[in-house]
């Protein structure tokens, strides 16, 4: 049984819609990357929705892709995270200003 693709984009559009507000609305580091990652994952539910309803494997390929450049974000996010809690212990990007005066 498959599932129509309209589900699969009202749900991949309510998940990319609830990162979209963890990026505006919220001031720590951390939940605005988990948030970019509902962001990327939304439209990696899409594009295999998408990919099955044309019964074409290049959405499920792009997919790939995607992941991976998610997978290099995080670790470089993780990285700068890291080094910037290390000279100031706060993960809030309105006190985060080092690169200032």
């Known amino acids: 049984m498959a599932v129509p693709v309209e589900h699969v984009v009202i749900l991949s559009g ?8 963890g990026v505006l609305f919220r001031r720590n ?5 988990m948030s970019i990652e509902l962001m990327l ?7 295999v929705g998408f990919s099955s309803y044309h019964n074409d494997v290049g959405g499920q390929v792009f997919v790939f892709l995607v992941m991976t450049l998610a997978a290099a974000e995080v670790a470089v996010g993780l990285a ?3 080094a ?3 000279n100031r212990p706060t993960m809030n990007i309105d006190e985060i200003n080092l690169m200032r005066n």
Not at 41 to 47: G, P, T
């Open 29 to 33: 580091a951390i939940i605005i990357f």
């Open 80 to 82: 700068i995270i890291v």
């Open 41 to 47: 994952n939304a439209v990696n539910l899409a594009l």
């Open 84 to 86: 910037l809690f290390r």
């Open 14 to 21: 309510a998940i990319f819609s609830i990162g979209v507000m």
